[in-house]
């Protein structure tokens, strides 16, 4: 099983950078696809997820409007564009994979996969 995230960097305030997490070893049509973000000293919190099976999207108030999540059911892999970016989305990004049985939206302890993270960073 693996989760491999993608697509961070740095980029400047009201930029956008797009995240991708492409999955393997499991059925992907099963799961939810998660994206958490974690600052240090923060809880891993979740931002945004998709369920595969049917497309349902969730999204936190704190970025609500400005990411879009999507996914490519033949690619197996989930991306996270991110749009008019501020200082406060700085963090490491996880994608994590939720068996759709889970209540939606997902919390991190309903986690059964977890990929490695990928940072961004954004200056102001």
């Known amino acids: 099983v693996q989760l491999q995230a993608s697509g961070g960097g740095l980029v400047q305030a009201g930029g956008s950078l797009r995240l991708s997490c492409v999955a393997s070893?499991?059925?992907?049509?099963?799961?939810?696809i998660a994206w958490f973000t974690q600052s240090p000293g923060e809880e891993r919190e979740g931002v945004s997820c998709?369920?595969?099976?049917?497309?349902?999207?969730y999204y936190s108030d704190s970025v609500r409007g400005r990411f879009t999540i999507s996914s490519d059911n033949a690619k197996n892999t989930v991306y996270l564009q991110m749009s008019s970016l501020k200082p406060e989305d700085t963090a490491v990004y996880y994608c994590?994979?939720?068996?759709?049985?889970?209540?939606?939206?997902?919390?991190?302890?309903?986690?059964?996969?977890w990929g490695q993270g990928t940072l961004v960073t954004v200056s102001s």
């Open positions: 994590a994979a939720v068996h759709r049985h889970h209540y939606f939206p997902p919390t991190r302890n309903t986690v059964r996969y």
């Open positions: 998709i369920r595969t099976s049917d497309g349902s999207t």
């Open positions: 070893g499991f059925s992907f049509d099963d799961y939810v």
